[in-house]
C-alpha cells in the first residue's frame, strides 16, 4: 500500500514537472513563431523574449505586443537575409508617428505604447493589415484600414525587433 502511494506521488511529480516544462517551452516558441507566421521574419533559436504582453476580450478586440532581443551578429544576419525587402527604413514619418502612438495608446495604454521605437533611426519598420496581410500606406491612421494591424520595427541600435499586433 505505501509503495503504491510512492508510485502515485512521484507520477504527479512528473506530470507536474512535465507539464511546467512544456508549457514553458511552448510559450517562448510560440512567440518566437509568431514573427515568421505573420512577416515571413524567422528569429534564431537563442532569441529571448525582452518582453511580452496580449490582451484580448470576449469578442477578439484586443492586442499583443512581444519585443525580441537578439545578439548584434544575429541581427547582422537577419538584414542580410532580404526578408526585409518589403521594409522601410527608420525614422517613421512625423505625420505618421505621432498619430500612431495616439492610437496604439489609447488601444493599450501609455506604457505599451512608450516601448516601441517610434522615434528609432536605424532600421526597419512596417504596418500591414492583419486581415489581408496588405502593406499600409496610408498616412491616416484611424483609416479603417489601421482597425486591425501588425506592426513590426527593427531598432538596430539596441538589437530589438518590435512585433505589435491589435485587432479592433
Do not use: C
Not at 511529480?13 to 507566421?37: C, H, M, Q, T
Not at 498616412?139 to 525587433?161: A, G, K, P, T
Amino acid at each position: 500500500m505505501r509503495n503504491k502511494k510512492l508510485i502515485i506521488f512521484g507520477l504527479i511529480v512528473v506530470l507536474i514537472l512535465a507539464a511546467l516544462f512544456y508549457g514553458s517551452f511552448y510559450k517562448k516558441n510560440k512567440e518566437v513563431e509568431w514573427l515568421y507566421d505573420r512577416l515571413g521574419v524567422q528569429l534564431p533559436k537563442e532569441t529571448r523574449i525582452w518582453f511580452s504582453d496580449e490582451s484580448y476580450g470576449a469578442l477578439g478586440d484586443g492586442y499583443r505586443l512581444y519585443i525580441y532581443q537578439i545578439s548584434s551578429e544575429e541581427m547582422k544576419e537577419l538584414t542580410k537575409r532580404g526578408t526585409l525587402n518589403n521594409w522601410s527604413k527608420l525614422p517613421l514619418p512625423t505625420e505618421l508617428s505621432e498619430p500612431l502612438f495616439e492610437k496604439i495608446k489609447d488601444i493599450t495604454n501609455e506604457e505599451i505604447a512608450n516601448l516601441l521605437p517610434f522615434k528609432g533611426t536605424q532600421g526597419y519598420y512596417t504596418i500591414r493589415n492583419n486581415r489581408t496581410n496588405s502593406l499600409i500606406m496610408s498616412r491616416d491612421v484611424y483609416d479603417f484600414s489601421y482597425n486591425n494591424v501588425i506592426i513590426s520595427m527593427i531598432n538596430l541600435e539596441n538589437n530589438r525587433i518590435y512585433f505589435l499586433s491589435y485587432d479592433m
